[in-house]
């Protein structure tokens, strides 16, 4: 029962960075129908094993958050959106809960990335379909993204997915795998590409850092093969990505240091107004857009209106308690941990991402990934470790007589 919970499970992280791609009619995304399932037979597994795994510090603090937020309902002014946003809340604490049930060894913990990846893929193809065909998301932009997405949501999410692709392109041993990982990387740049999403350029920027940073003891197949996909990446973005893109772009660096970033800026200086007002326990949840009046584009101003200082400690807590893990990994597992944070980080400060699934799965898996590498019963064999370069052998000079 335990492997069919764990299929849905995979099935589940596969269906998030897809999820606005396949649209049920009268119930939702697929991602929330996979939910349900592996939710369903993660709890009959648990029962049948009749054994629970510990919790960690990163598992109580993401308790306390969701506790807060839903005492937040009752000093919301929209009661039904607040509602529903504490039950989005639930709902992610119970995925933490699966992934760190289900997948407690490695392997399965990047089996989890390859879904992430996976899906991923399958949103970049679409978009990019979208883009042969034509069909814009904005013709005034040329701005593409598939489905039900936003450019900057699919950006974002499609970023997400280029560290834990490389990642999984050096550690796996097998062909075909470590092929298909490496060729999400220029898919991913080429729809991010389509996106125009300024915020998802940045993102990733920081993302692409994991090829340098993994480049480290390579075979020379394997390095040989880093440098195809860089060249292939280098030549999509030349040939594929519309000029449109590389004019907004390039207005990046104003935006931030004059602009308004499209208006974002006018509202954020709002916010931190209005939090002064009300700095400890926030305006409640789903508070931010009656006390704003205006959407965040910003997670982390979205917790302090919402959930105060106290809130906001205890959502960023969970990162923290992460990181602080994250530190203590092998130096492969670390740098790519620590650049999957980064590419977070910056997808969440132009978005309101706080209750959204790819944050509190990233999280979810590098919490259970931390707590299996970090093991004292962990044998160094059980690591993935690229092919380190063959030494040349030394010719042996005969014995002189």
């Known amino acids: ?3 069919l919970a764990y299929a849905a499970l995979w ?98 913990q990047r089996g989890l990335l390859l879904a992430y990846v996976c899906g991923a893929y399958v949103s970049a193809i679409s978009t990019f379909i979208d883009y042969r065909e034509g069909l814009h998301i904005s013709k005034a932009a040329s701005r593409f993204a598939t489905g039900a997405f936003d450019p900057n949501d699919l950006g974002m999410t499609l970023a997400l997915g280029i560290p834990m692709a490389w990642y999984l392109a050096v550690t796996y041993r097998q062909p075909l795998l470590r092929w298909l990982c490496r060729g999400y990387v220029p898919m991913g740049v080429l729809a991010i590409g389509l996106t125009a999403s300024r915020g998802a350029m940045i993102a990733m920027i920081v993302a692409l850092l994991i090829i340098p940073a993994a480049m480290t003891r390579l075979s020379p197949v394997k390095m040989v093969g880093t440098i ?23 207005t990046t660096k104003s935006e931030v240091e ?109 919490s259970a990934m931390t707590a299996a590498l970090n093991s004292p019963t962990l044998s160094p064999q059980a690591l993935p470790r690229p092919v380190p370069r063959r030494p040349v052998p030394i010719a042996r000079q005969p014995a002189s007589s």
């Open 258 to 366: 004059t602009g308004t970033m499209n208006s974002r800026l006018n509202t954020w200086r709002v916010a931190v107004r209005v939090f002064t007002f009300k700095p400890i326990l926030g305006y409640g949840t789903s508070g931010f857009n009656w006390a704003v009046k205006g959407q965040s584009h910003n997670s982390y101003l979205a917790i302090l209106i919402e959930q105060g200082v106290v809130g906001f400690i205890l959502y960023f807590g969970m990162f923290v308690a992460v990181l602080a893990n994250v530190l203590r990994l092998p130096p492969l597992e670390r740098r790519f941990a620590l650049i999957l944070v980064a590419t977070l980080a910056i997808a969440m400060l132009p978005l309101g991402w706080d209750d959204r699934k790819p944050v509190w799965i990233i999280l979810a898996v590098l």
């Open 1 to 3: 029962m335990t492997n």
């Open 11 to 108: 099935l589940f992280c596969f269906a998030v960075p897809m999820e606005n791609v396949v649209v049920i009619p009268g119930f939702g995304t697929i991602s929330k129908l996979m939910g349900m399932v592996a939710l369903l037979l993660a709890a009959l597994a648990t029962v049948i094993n009749a054994r629970v795994r510990p919790l960690q510090t990163f598992h109580i603090l993401a308790v306390l958050f969701v506790i807060l937020a839903g005492l937040g309902v009752f000093r919301s002014i929209d009661e039904p959106r607040a509602v529903s946003k504490f039950l989005t809340y639930v709902q992610l604490v119970l995925v933490l809960w699966m992934i760190w049930e289900l997948a407690p060894n490695f392997q399965r």
């Open 228 to 250: 195809l996909v860089l060249a292939v990446v280098g030549t999509v973005a030349v040939s594929y990505i519309p000029e449109t893109t590389w004019k907004r772009w390039s």
